[in-house]
């Protein structure tokens, strides 16, 4: 992905450490949310529904973040729950780490993106502690069966 990226003009504008750095929040939060999405195909009854639920999980967090729009453009609500999803976390840290902020863009408000490697961490062990046991758990039991 980074290959493409580079090959249609993304470019990391910082040190190799925080590129590394940048890569490594990526992946860390990546791994953790495959223990979710790991559940949700154990806990499915076929590849569809696993595609469909998967859809439902992903679409507000992906959609409703900084990934794609300036949170300014989002409504109150909106905004509070993009500014506190981890998703914008991961966006707002891999773009300071890469050195991608793009020009003019106001400070954020809240602490989540004041401290995005923190708050995405934090999400990323969370999301471990409660569902490597669930998974783990649940794979159990379809095995068993």
Partial sequence: MSLTGLVVGWRIRTSVLEALGGFLILLTFAYAFSWVMAMVGL???????VNNAAFVVIFPLTFVANTFVPLSTLAGPLRTFAEWNPVSAVTQSARQLFGNIPPGTNPPHSWA???PATYTLVWALAILVIFVPLTTRQFRRSVSR
């Fill in 113 to 115: 993106l004041q401290h």
């Fill in 43 to 49: 806990l499915a009854p076929s590849p569809e529904v």
